[in-house]
């Protein structure tokens, strides 16, 4: 995140930035920003647990952009934490404020909110891969790497961290929003702004550049925070402006009066009358400095020959050789590195009933065996010791960092395996059998049937992450929420394939007319929790299917879940229509629905079956109208224009935000559907937690 408030400075002062058109050259990308960069700005669906159909597009055409101006992309992900623990605070302050953010954009309170998709990075780096471009994922955070990178090989960096401001790389850095990449798919080059720090230091006197990082650190980044040192100095008096900026603007003049960081630093000591408060801010200012000197990457050798970095921290060196270049080339997750570097994981809230425990609490148990293959052998460190529980020999225990409520909580999790995992041990797990992989997730996600193979490989993982979810879930889900959940598995298979068979197109549009329309107002909250705690269970095991070298084939991430088309079928299915209503146009989509129910309904336990079909469709149809979404009269008139056999093929698998049915009589009919405010009816239950019902546990 870098220096607050410095890239609104500079945008507000524009000598700092200089135009140009961007082409021909490499271009270092911030990956971690550019993916929540690129999702935020087209505005896309947050309250439903993300579109990430619509992300795949904008991804592809990011990349096409770049393309065209013969730009060569090299993206860097975020790996672990850092070792070191020094942004541990800011980590924890940023968790507490999406936890809030979530809980705003759950109660309608706000649009947005600092909070992304719980499967968006692994669905950007799943895109990446398809379309062939280089990327990287750090063994911790990416910053420096990304900054040394650029400087090496003399081009710039992409992104909105102000950090990149400080670094000082030789080619610049291009601010994202200043990007004008859409542009590039029209012309021969991407309109942009460059900041060169030697143009920044003309504006101050000439200011050194060796001072730059020393402003970093007086400013606060997320390295260090004078204040919370309680030292404060009255910045303000050096700056000619007044109001946010002026703060930042009289650090910057104050430095220019000075050669060299080390008699700046000497001054801002003997601004300081305590001796302890010298002692601790020239402690906290050296490692800070240190942050932005630049060497020579740790990645070139990576992009050029795929060779996992060589130079480690002794701390990372725990991490087995095998595992080092598929967690740099993204298979595998960096929840990874954090488990075996810091016995720790934070965890992700998603928009869902806040007044109900955390939706990751229902895929603990697929994290505890995930725990207990990379912790197989360690012991636990004494400096990362549960509190109140006495850990035995051979035992180890992860932190996880949840929300219990709107609080920030940690939980020690203890890591174990279930029996068909005793043999196994990190070191040599690659080279286990496939079919004791294959066992211990089948264990793990509670398949006591075998795989079902009606259905295409690439849904397995999916149909038993379901069955697990519809066995654990609290509240439990109804059929119309399977249905659903599964009309969101059909339109993904259908986008832009299987052209030419009879009905697909009038299908795909039905199910995209639920994509694109606008729900005004929160959520449905149950439904919120309810497929909240479905991705849980899909990222916790979709990453422990990586660990286990994809002991069941890759599921399509980007094809498996919709939030508004699954929320607004979920609405509608409830409210008495039938799945058939969205597939009755030819034998295709039909016959995947059903083979893909009949793969889930086969695979579950009996007691889970009949419950769930006992669950479904209350008996009186004015009872199944108990969520409005609109008149049965307005639904029909909203698909009616799709019955036009003519115009089958008019939207089927477009790549745009907007649809030719937006500029006739029906799209007018379905923007004004988009002001169709959905009503919630709070229902009161004796929910129990999670943590208080039967569930697996494999201590």
């Known amino acids: ?51 990430y159909y619509a992300f795949e597009i904008v991804i592809k055409e990011f990349f096409q952009a770049l393309k065209n101006c013969n730009i060569e992309p090299y993206v860097i992900l975020d790996g672990g934490s850092d070792h070191t623990d020094k942004k541990l605070e ?10 809030k953010y979530g809980r705003d954009v759950a109660l309608g309170l706000k649009h947005y909110g600092g909070i992304k998709p719980v499967l968006l990075k692994s669905v950007f780096k799943e895109i990446l891969t398809h379309l062939k471009v280089p990327f990287v994922q750090c063994m911790e955070e990416a910053d420096w790497e990304t900054a040394a990178l650029a400087h090496q090989w003399n081009c710039p960096v992409l992104s909105d961290d102000s950090d990149f401001f400080i670094f000082g790389q030789k080619a610049g850095f291009l601010p994202y929003s200043h990007f004008q990449w859409q542009k590039g798919s029209t012309q021969k080059f991407i309109p942009a702004k460059k900041f060169l720090i030697s143009n920044f230091c003309k504006c101050f006197n000439n200011m050194k550049t060796e001072l730059v ?40 003049w104050w430095l220019s009066g000075f050669q060299s960081s080390e008699k700046a630093i000497r001054a801002l000591l003997d601004l300081l009358q305590d001796q302890d408060d010298r002692s601790a801010v020239s402690k906290a200012l050296a490692p800070c400095l240190r942050e932005y000197q630049l060497t020579k990457s740790n990645l070139a050798q990576f992009f050029l020959n795929g060779l996992a970095p060589s130079r480690l921290p002794p701390e990372l060196k725990i991490i087995p050789a095998w595992m080092r270049t598929p967690l740099c ?83 020690w999790v203890k890591a174990a395996c279930p029996f068909s995992g005793n043999n196994l041990h990190l ?101 919120a929790h309810t497929y909240s705690q479905w991705q849980a269970c899909l990222y916790a095991s979709y990453k422990l299917n990586r660990l286990l070298c994809r002991a069941l084939p890759e599921p399509e991430l980007a094809r498996l879940y919709c939030g508004p088309l699954v929320h607004q079928a979920a609405l509608r299915l409830r409210s008495g229509m039938s799945p058939e209503s969205f597939l009755s146009a030819g034998p295709f989509p039909m016959q995947l629905f059903v083979d893909l129910q009949n793969a889930v309904l086969d695979s579950l336990d009996a007691n889970v079956r009949d419950r769930l079909q006992k669950a479904s469709r209350p008996n009186s149809p004015r009872q199944r109208r108990t969520k409005s979404v609109g008149s049965m009269d307005e639904l029909v008139a909203q698909f009616q224009h799709f019955e036009v056999e003519n115009d089958e093929d008019e939207d089927y698998g477009r790549r745009g935000g907007r649809s030719k049915s937006d500029d006739d009589e029906d799209g007018q009919l379905r923007r004004a559907a988009c002001h169709i405010r959905t009503r919630h009816k709070k229902k009161s239950r004796n929910l129990h937690p999670l943590n208080k019902r039967d569930r697996v546990n494999w201590a």
Request: net charge positive; glycine share 8%; aromatic share 8%.
């Open 90 to 99: 800011t980590l924890k302050q940023r968790a507490r404020e999406r936890i």
């Open 427 to 527: 070191e040599t797990l690659n080279q286990a059998p496939h079919e004791t992989r294959l066992q211990l997730l089948c264990d793990t996600l509670g398949m006591t049937k075998p795989i079902p193979t009606s259905i295409a490989p690439k849904f397995q993982l999916a149909v038993c992450v379901t069955c697990y979810w519809l066995s654990k879930a609290d509240p439990h889900p109804r059929m119309e929420d399977l249905w659903a959940l599964l009309l969101g598995f059909v339109f993904g298979e259908l986008s832009g394939r299987h052209k030419g068979k009879q009905g697909i197109p009038l299908v795909w549009n039905r199910l995209n007319n639920l994509r694109r329309f606008c729900v005004v107002g929160p959520p449905d909250l149950d439904l």
């Open 1 to 51: 995140m870098g220096v607050q408030g410095l890239m609104s400075y500079i945008k507000e002062n524009h000598q700092f930035l200089k135009d140009c058109h961007f082409k021909g050259s490499k271009l270092i990308i911030d990956g971690s920003n550019l993916c929540y960069s690129l999702y935020r700005g087209r505005d896309f669906d947050i309250k439903h647990g993300g579109d």
């Open 329 to 411: 080339d993204g298979s595998m997750s960096s929840t990874f590195i954090d488990t075996l570097v810091l016995q720790r994981v934070r965890l992700s809230p998603q928009i869902e009933n806040f007044d109900l425990p955390s939706s990751n609490e229902i895929s603990r148990p697929i994290r505890q065996v995930m725990y207990g293959l990379l912790l197989a052998g360690q012991r636990q460190r004494d400096h990362r010791r549960p509190t109140g529980v006495h850990v035995k020999p051979g035992e180890c225990y992860v932190e996880e960092y949840d929300r219990e409520g709107l609080s920030l909580t940690s939980v």
């Open 213 to 252: 990082p020393l402003f970093a650190a007086l400013a606060g980044n997320d390295y260090i925070k004078l204040q919370r040192m309680n030292v404060s100095f009255k910045w303000e008096q050096f700056s000619s402006l007044s109001g946010s900026h002026a703060r930042i603007d009289g650090i910057l």
